[in-house]
């Protein structure tokens, strides 16, 4: 079961409001934020592959790149433990730590099954 929707490319998040009884989401991965909402499923499914079009559509006569721009490089947070028994991996590996997380993401996309 996935609980987000694709399209083009593109990945909108699912959320229910329980108080407001409306199914809502945004557009992941873009410069904007682009939200969308509908009653039901398929609703919200409809409006968030014309949210995307619309997105697209609004990109290219503004003459923009639609798409975040990823610099290749963020912070990840871990527990010290974590942080030495990866370090000593690299170490013995003849690594550097930042190649054993670039190996450890790698592997991750290609086998995304592992996350649950």
């Known amino acids: ?13 699912v959320d229910f409001s329980a108080e407001d009884k409306i199914f809502y989401g945004k557009i992941q991965g873009i410069k904007d934020l682009v939200t969308f909402e509908g009653t039901s499923v398929d609703e919200l499914s409809a409006v968030f592959e014309d949210s995307v079009n619309d997105y697209l559509e609004t990109c290219k006569a503004l003459n923009k790149s639609p798409d975040k721009v990823f610099k290749g ?33 790698s592997y991750i996309v290609k086998h995304e099954e592992v996350l649950g």
């Open 1 to 13: 079961m996935k609980n987000y929707l694709e399209f083009k490319g593109y990945i909108g998040t």
């Open 73 to 105: 490089s963020f912070n990840v947070r871990v527990s010290q433990e974590l942080h030495q028994k990866t370090a000593i991996l690299a170490s013995k590996k003849g690594l550097n730590l930042n190649d054993v997380v670039k190996e450890a993401l």
